[in-house]
């Protein structure tokens, strides 16, 4: 059974992982676009989605967890 320590845990971690995985491709890709490599494009624009994945992997982890019905 899912307790509300472990509902807590999943969004604490995701939104750390989440903001790490995703300040850090904001950063690289801005300091490349702003040296003039437009390949920093690559790591701004999808900064945001892919910020999202680690907490989407916890959720589905934790979600195993569930009893089937």
Do not use: H
Not at 9 to 15: E, F, K, N, P, V
Not at 22 to 47: E, Q, R, Y
């Amino acid at each position: 059974m899912i307790k509300r320590s472990d509902i807590i845990y999943l969004g604490l971690s995701a939104g750390v992982i989440g903001c790490l995985v995703g300040g850090t491709m904001v950063g690289v890709g801005m300091t490349l676009i702003i040296g003039g490599a437009p390949t920093g494009w690559l790591f701004l624009l999808p900064a945001a989605p892919v910020g999202g994945i680690p907490g989407w992997l916890l959720g589905r982890r934790l979600a195993q967890n569930l009893p089937s019905e």
